[in-house]
């Protein structure tokens, strides 16, 4: 139900616009963001938006990162620029109610898609 599309392999100081899109039964109202996770780290915090815009950013990736959403197609769209070795790792797409602070196992999660960023 979350769709996600973008990743690959890309030289330090590259960019790579990544997409997920979200199917019909997913409420556009839901928080949409990405995660991102490697072999030695939980998964953390990317980026997420609102249905209104307001934004969340992981400091890692602040002024390099710009996450945006299409509310009509239910598609979030994550720009990485400026992209480092330590930026590879699966990010993965999810969409949870606005009242969580966080998503949680249970709410909607994409398959992953890998990015490697090679110095």
């Known amino acids: 139900q979350l769709v996600e599309s973008g990743g690959g392999l890309v030289q330090a100081g590259g960019s790579l616009r990544l997409s997920c899109a979200a199917s019909d039964t997913i409420s556009r109202t839901n928080v949409m963001g990405w995660y991102r996770q490697t072999p030695q780290k939980q998964r953390e915090l990317v980026a997420t938006?609102?249905?209104?815009?307001?934004?969340n950013y992981a400091d890692s990736v602040k002024g390099r990162f710009t996450i945006s959403r299409d509310n009509p197609k239910n598609t979030v769209y994550l720009q990485m620029n400026i992209l480092k070795p330590e930026d590879t790792a699966v990010y993965f797409c999810t969409a949870y109610p606005l009242w969580r602070l966080s998503p949680t196992a249970g709410d909607y999660w994409g398959q992953g898609t890998q990015v490697t960023v090679s110095s």
């Open positions: 938006i609102t249905s209104g815009g307001r934004t």
